[in-house]
C-alpha cells in the first residue's frame, strides 16, 4: 500500500481505497490494493463535525445469530446494510467522515445500519487475527443491547484506536478496555477479554465473506454499503443525505 506524504491529508471526497478479494478458495485468495487519491493540504471535511456518537437513549444495538449487528431505533424509516472489516483503513476513513452524520440519523430515526463484518485483513494484522477478534469484540458489545454503548464502541474500534496494518494491533485485553470506556458492562467487558465469541465470529466472517462475494461477484471488496441491492457511493459525499432523503 502507498505510504503518503505525512504533511498532506487526503480530501475524503475524492479518494477511493478499495480492498478486493477474488477467487473461491479462501486460503488462495490473493488481496488486491487499488488505491486512488488527490491530495490536498486542507483537513478531511467531516460531515456534521461536533455532533458526536450515537446517544439517544431509544437506540438499540441487535446481535443476529449470524453476527450481523442492526444499530437503530425500532421504527427507523430506512435501513442500509454496511460491510466492513476492522483493520480496513478505507473502513475507518468512511466512518469518520459520515460517522457523526450517520449518527444524527439514526438518533432521529431516519436511518438504521447493520454492520456485517468480514476478517480477511486477518493476514495483515500483527497477530494475524485481529479481524476476528474484533468481529468478536463487536458481538459481545452488540449483544447487550445499548445503541450509545455499541455506537460508541465501533467509533473506538474504527476511528479513534483502529490499529495500522502491519504493525502492532490491540490485545484482547486492550479490545475490553476498549470497552469499557464505551460504557459496556462487566459482563460484556469478561466477553470481549476472554474471546469468549472468537468461533462464532469466524464462522459469521466467513458466511458474510461469501454473502459479499455473491453480491459483488465474486470481487468482494469493504467498505461497501447497501441500500437494499444497490450498492452506494461513499465518494459522493451527500450519500447520507440522499439515502435518508
Known amino acids: 500500500m502507498s505510504e503518503a506524504p505525512q504533511k498532506y491529508t487526503p480530501r475524503p471526497m475524492s479518494n477511493t481505497t478499495t480492498y478486493a478479494l ?3 478458495a479462501i486460503v488462495t485468495i490473493a488481496l488486491v490494493v487499488l488505491l486512488v487519491m488527490r491530495w490536498s493540504n486542507d483537513e478531511a471535511d467531516v460531515r456534521n463535525d461536533g455532533y458526536g456518537v450515537v446517544h439517544n437513549p431509544a437506540v438499540v444495538s441487535v446481535l443476529a445469530p449470524d453476527g450481523t449487528v442492526l ?3 425500532v421504527d427507523a424509516a430506512k435501513t442500509i446494510d454496511v460491510y466492513e472489516d476492522p483493520l ?9 467522515v459520515y460517522g457523526q452524520e450517520i449518527a444524527q440519523k439514526i438518533d432521529g430515526g431516519e436511518l438504521a445500519v447493520r454492520y456485517r463484518f468480514v476478517n480477511f485483513l486477518d493476514p495483515r494484522s500483527g497477530s494475524k487475527n485481529y479481524s476476528t477478534r474484533a468481529v468478536a469484540a463487536n458481538e459481545c458489545v452488540a449483544e447487550a443491547g445499548s445503541g ?7 467509533e473506538l474500534l474504527f476511528v479513534t484506536d483502529q490499529p495500522e496494518e502491519n504493525k502492532d494491533d490491540l490485545t484482547n485485553q486492550q479490545l475490553a478496555d476498549l470497552a469499557r470506556e464505551a460504557g459496556a458492562g462487566e459482563e460484556v467487558v469478561r466477553c470481549v477479554g476472554s474471546g469468549a465469541k472468537v468461533d462464532a465470529a ?12 455473491g453480491l459483488l461477484d465474486g470481487k468482494a471488496a469493504t467498505p461497501a454499503v447497501f441500500d437494499g441491492p444497490t450498492r452506494l457511493d ?3 459525499e451527500n450519500w447520507v443525505v440522499d439515502v435518508t432523503g
Open 234 to 236: 461513499v465518494n459522493n
Open 88 to 96: 480496513c483503513p478505507a473502513c475507518g476513513l468512511v466512518e469518520r
Open 22 to 24: 477474488g477467487g473461491v
Open 148 to 154: 450509545p454503548v455499541y455506537a460508541k464502541f465501533h
Open 71 to 73: 444499530l437503530g431505533r
Open 202 to 213: 469466524t464462522a459469521n466472517a466467513k458466511a458474510t465473506l461469501d454473502q459479499l462475494n
